[in-house]
């Protein structure tokens, strides 16, 4: 097979280039975004095949001038305005832009399936249920969810566990619809959620700490000194869960070229994706102990899944409401 069997150019350019050559993968979603090539079927029908017709140029031009104006500066520096910024052009950007993937629990992050056939809903019920579980979270446990995102975890264990929970997110959008969701569920003197920047939490303690997918936000630069934040914030016997997005050890083409895509247009500011080993460290490092490691890669596969067929579902109302560009991305 060859990548026009899968691949329309609309560019000339890109036919004399690329019809009989494997194409840098970072090139072949820019032109994708750019509206100068398009899939002849399913965007998936392609990925499933893409190591025949792809390969993962690391020194591409863009690559270069992304790394060195963007990323790089960004690891280097990680402010507190900075970091603000960056979180907010992205988590700020509108509800219905990410509830038009995420669905109706809004919830950022992995679900969790026991049989593999379960709804969107169902497993991330389920992963609220796993974390909880395995906080071994109990009622009035005084909770902080650090990077709440919308703040389903937080009524959710005030609804269902009867903890005291609180969630702290630098996304505007993202208070203002976690606390309408608590007040209509009657739950304003169990759960909150506030506008606060992690450097600034109070100096009190907690019984639990969850930090789901936002310590990659920190950086590798201040990832050790914020896990000590966290262990000094936590009761003598309190609990500490972290879910991380991890790299493969060792170097790997693919996950450099995969990780500043991501950087760029998914997961901005996100520079602590590191091997297993090296969270490890860092948490042993200021006195934690490990009670328990959970690999969720399968279950995010199916998550993306779902977050895919909803993108799809809702294309009308996506291009409507921020453009062509931005669906494709």
């Not at 060195?68 to 219905?96: A, C, M, W």
């Not at 505007?172 to 920047?197: H, M, P």
Request: aromatic share 14%; with cysteine.
């Amino acid at each position: 097979m060859k990548i026009t069997d899968f691949i329309v150019f609309k560019d000339p350019k890109l036919v004399k280039k690329w019809s009989e050559d494997k194409v840098p993968m970072s090139e072949l979603t820019e032109a994708y975004f750019d509206d100068r090539l398009d899939f002849k079927a399913e965007l998936q029908d392609f990925l499933e095949s893409k190591d025949d017709f792809v390969k993962y140029s690391i020194f591409t031009k863009k690559h270069l001038q992304f790394f060195f104006t963007r990323f790089l500066p960004e690891v280097v520096v990680h402010s507190q305005k900075q970091d603000i910024k960056i979180s907010q052009e992205h988590y700020d950007r509108g509800n219905d832009f990410f509830g038009w993937f995420l669905g109706k629990g809004m919830v950022y992050t992995s679900a969790f399936f026991r049989s593999g056939e379960e709804s969107l809903e169902t497993g991330q019920e389920q992963k609220m249920e796993l974390v909880c579980d395995k906080l071994k979270m109990s009622e009035n446990d005084h909770y902080l969810d650090i990077g709440c995102g919308w703040g389903t975890l937080i009524k959710y264990a005030a609804e269902n566990v009867g903890a005291d929970a609180t969630g702290i997110t630098v996304a505007k959008e993202q208070v203002s619809f976690g606390n309408n969701c608590i007040k209509k569920a009657g739950l304003e003197d169990k759960a909150r959620l506030f506008y606060l920047d992690y450097r600034d939490i109070p100096n009190q303690k907690f019984d639990k700490i969850p930090c789901l997918e936002m310590a990659e936000h920190v950086g590798v630069r201040r990832f050790k000194k914020f896990m000590k934040q966290i262990y000094d914030l936590l009761e003598e016997d309190g609990i500490f869960y972290l879910q991380i997005a991890g790299l493969r050890r060792g170097f790997h083409p693919e996950d450099l070229v995969w990780g500043l895509f991501m950087s760029k247009y998914i997961f901005p500011g996100a520079d602590a994706s590191m091997p297993i080993s090296w969270v490890l460290d860092k948490l042993e490092r200021v006195g934690f102990e490990i009670h328990s490691i959970e690999n969720v890669g399968i279950h995010y596969s199916q998550t993306i899944q779902h977050w895919y067929d909803n993108w799809m579902k809702n294309k009308d109302e996506v291009v409507a409401a921020y453009g062509e560009r931005w669906f494709r991305i």
